[in-house]
Nanobody, 123 residues
Framework: VQLVESGGDSVQSGGSLRLSCKTSGYVYSGGWSVAWFRQAPGKEREGVATISNDGSTSYMDAVKGRFTISLDIAATTVHLQMNSLKPEDTAMYYC?????????????????WGQGTQVTVSL
């Protein structure tokens, strides 16, 4: 299984970005969950959003109403649309996948990880 993130960039506060996670070798049948995590310098990795096999999604409180996670099954790609970006959203963003449909935002719950893509939001 390979996960490759893209779409990170430097933007001004209030701007938008769309992150993509291209998955290879990952099976979208049975139980599955794909999530986005982020980690800022000196901080712990935190769960941002997840999508699971039953179509359910969940978000951390800080991004609710601003971020949207979605799956393009034909392209086996999970997107994270980020609107109204704030400086506190600055972090390395990682895509992760699990072989169950729990959809929890806990790093230890995920088996496969990408290398990350950097998002920087300035005032």
């Amino acid at each position: 299984v390979q996960l490759v993130e893209s779409g990170g960039d430097s933007v001004q506060s209030g701007g938008s970005l769309r992150l993509s996670c291209k998955t290879s070798g990952y099976v979208y049948s049975g139980g599955w969950s794909v999530a986005w995590f982020r980690q800022a310098p000196g901080k712990e990795r935190e769960g941002v959003a997840t999508i699971s096999n039953d179509g359910s999604t969940s978000y951390m409180d800080a991004v609710k109403g601003r971020f949207t996670i979605s799956l393009d099954i034909a392209a086996t790609t999970v997107h994270l649309q980020m609107n109204s970006l704030k400086p506190e959203d600055t972090a390395m963003y990682y895509c992760a996948a699990a072989t169950h449909g729990n959809g929890w935002l806990l790093p230890d719950d995920y088996h496969y990880w990408g290398q990350g893509t950097q998002v920087t939001v300035s005032l």
